[in-house]
């Protein structure tokens, strides 16, 4: 079987889906571990593509930097392994202004570098034959410039591309619950915690690192080191990792779901001038 990051974690959340029987042995597709030749081959089979989006961003005292990359990876290799659809590297630097330089680790672009950034992705991704993308996002910092770049793409390549996005924290209402079950906001608490104990457990630090959601009943937006005394909100301290491989394969098996949809989909009208 084959090597790429979090695999295992992928495969052990694979083994407890439900009908899990042969999952497990499957293997997600990787676009940038693929040949040409190859790549022109699997057009035969689909001309669709998986883009995940994290961040490089602080994650409190007990997570690593790269916690969203690791959630928005091991969602979408996840699903590319029931589906064969590819999935592209990670886009890693992306907009984490909101975390500001109060702890080092955040590399932020902006909105605009982000938008632009996915844009031309998609161009390549277009030229190279695929005419459908569906950018799964892990980092709520992410999804009003991910929205713009779709507004873009859906006007400049209409009839062309079909592009979408679906957030991890909403993928299914099961998901919704988990990720708020501490609070509204949403960092670096008890799910992110746990899927992070599921996907890199030796990343993970010690969880013991609560701090409340401050959030709630303000009427302003408030940058992190304004709302958080630690870079977390929520509780890690009860996180575990089956919760986490869990959670792994319900959000990796509803956006399989959504992927072969997404494969059959067709505009709801024909294209009009």
């Known amino acids: 079987m084959g090597h790429y990051a979090y695999a295992d974690a992928v495969r052990a959340a694979l083994e407890r889906a439900p009908g899990a029987s042969g999952k497990a042995t499957r293997e997600p597709v990787l676009w940038d571990r693929l040949s040409w030749p190859k790549l022109a081959a699997l057009r035969e089979t689909t001309d669709m593509a998986l883009l995940p989006a994290g961040a490089i961003e602080q994650h409190g005292p007990h997570l690593p930097i790269n916690t969203d990359v690791a959630i928005a990876s091991g969602v979408c290799l996840y699903a590319s392994a029931l589906t064969g659809v590819p999935m592209l590297p ?14 080092p680790g955040t590399i932020s672009s902006t909105p605009h570098t982000l938008i632009a950034q996915v844009r031309e992705i998609t161009d390549w991704v277009l030229r190279s034959g695929f005419r459908r993308l569906l950018i799964v996002n892990a980092h709520y910092g992410n999804d009003a410039p991910l929205r713009c770049a779709i507004d873009y ?8 591309l079909m592009v979408g996005m679906r957030n991890t924290w909403t993928l299914s209402r099961a998901a919704g619950d988990f990720y708020q079950l501490d609070g509204v906001d949403i960092h670096a608490n008890r799910a992110e915690t746990s899927l992070m104990l599921a996907l890199d457990p030796e990343a993970v630090g010690d969880i013991q690192a609560d701090d409340p959601d401050r959030t709630e009943g303000h009427v302003f937006t408030w940058p992190v080191a304004d709302t958080s005394l630690n870079g977390v909100t929520g509780r890690p301290s009860e996180a575990t990792r089956e919760e986490g491989l869990t959670m792994l394969s319900e959000l990796g098996e509803t956006l399989a779901e959504l992927v072969r ?13």
Do not use: F, M
């Not at 997404?262 to 001038?273: G, H, M, N, T």
């Open 90 to 103: 990670c886009i890693p630097y992306t907009n984490s202004l909101a975390h500001t330089d109060h702890w």
């Open 261 to 273: 949809r997404a494969q059959r989909e067709a505009a709801p009208l024909a294209k009009r001038v």
């Open 153 to 160: 793409l859906r006007t400049e390549h209409r009839g062309k």
